[in-house]
């Protein structure tokens, strides 16, 4: 390999909310070469192949912080933060990076416990670290593929990273969980009305369908279809409360085209049928 290699590429035209890449590279450094000081507008990611290099980095004070690394570590660069990083004279490093962001980026980084004064990435887990590599190299050498193309693979690094960090603070690990029932529950108020299921659910949190049961029903005290199917009855016994809507066009209203299978749910959670709740709350 020459003493300096670089290859980079940046994403084509397009514009996503929830994740949004930026730019993609790889480069082999020669002794002491260095980048900075500088500030980025996107976070910015690099993981560390092979070699040494140190980072100067500023925390949210202002405060200059150096950190040393070496192979299989890595570190992230925060929007409008002043950074210089250089490769050790001696043994020079190789790093992949990904530029990046979105509107859940942020909190993300935050749950998973790095900042501007923990930016150091080091892996509890070799299998989802090396996967983590695997797309970030992917991503290098794939700059001709569609922008969706790109733009799953660029979410499977980021779960990789995330699912990767050495460990989670506790206080992380409590955020992390309020944060899944808190985009569960957004989705549910948000989608109550159409078809849709507990798998649509789970994947709106980013876990699998029987992790995310366990974990929603230990913070909220009810599996998730028991709390779908309670807030479809609340909102349904709200407009036959207040609205003269047929018991159809109500159960459609929340979720449930057919009549029967609506009816059947609202009697499994007050006891009485649409048609008798409405008569009852009418004389009250």
């Known amino acids: 390999m020459p003493s300096h290699?670089?290859?980079f590429?940046?994403?084509?035209?397009?514009?996503f909310v929830d994740l949004m890449p930026y730019q993609y590279g790889r480069e082999a450094c020669e002794p002491g070469h260095a980048f900075g000081p500088a500030r980025r507008t996107h976070y910015l990611f690099h993981y560390v192949i092979s070699g040494h290099g140190t980072l100067m980095s500023t925390d949210e004070s202002g405060l200059r912080t150096d950190f040393d690394l070496a192979g299989d570590e890595g570190f992230?660069?925060?929007?409008?933060?002043?950074?210089?990083?250089?490769?050790?004279?001696?043994?020079?490093w190789e790093y992949v990076w990904v530029e990046f962001d979105g509107i859940q980026v942020k909190e993300s980084l935050e749950l998973a416990?790095?900042?501007?004064?923990?930016?150091?990435y080091r892996s509890r887990s070799t299998e989802l670290r090396d996967a983590m590599e695997a797309e970030?190299?992917?991503?290098?050498?794939?700059?001709?593929?569609?922008p969706l193309h790109l733009i799953g693979h660029t979410y499977l690094f980021l779960d990789y990273l995330l699912r990767s960090i050495e460990?989670?603070?506790?206080?992380?690990?409590n955020r992390l969980q309020d944060f899944y029932i808190r985009e569960a529950i957004t989705f549910i108020k948000e989608n109550y009305?159409?078809?849709?299921?507990?798998?649509?659910?789970?994947?709106?949190?980013?876990l699998n369908r029987s992790y995310f049961g366990k974990v929603f029903k230990a913070a909220v005290g009810k599996s998730p279809q028991q709390y779908l199917i309670g807030f479809r009855m609340t909102k349904a016994a709200e407009l036959l409360k207040l609205t003269a809507m047929p018991v159809a066009e109500v159960g459609q209203a929340v979720g449930y085209p057919n009549q029967l299978h609506f009816s059947r749910a609202f009697k499994g959670v007050y006891g009485v049928s649409p048609r008798e709740w409405r008569k009852q709350s009418a004389r009250v």
Request: aromatic residues 6%.
């Open 5 to 7: 290699d670089l290859e």
């Open 9 to 15: 590429s940046t994403f084509p035209n397009g514009h």
């Open 76 to 92: 992230l660069i925060f929007p409008e933060q002043v950074t210089t990083y250089v490769a050790d004279m001696k043994d020079p």
């Open 113 to 120: 416990g790095l900042s501007p004064s923990r930016p150091i």
């Open 136 to 146: 970030m190299r992917y991503l290098v050498t794939h700059r001709d593929a569609s």
């Open 167 to 173: 460990h989670l603070p506790a206080q992380a690990a």
């Open 193 to 206: 009305a159409c078809d849709i299921s507990i798998e649509d659910i789970a994947r709106r949190t980013g």
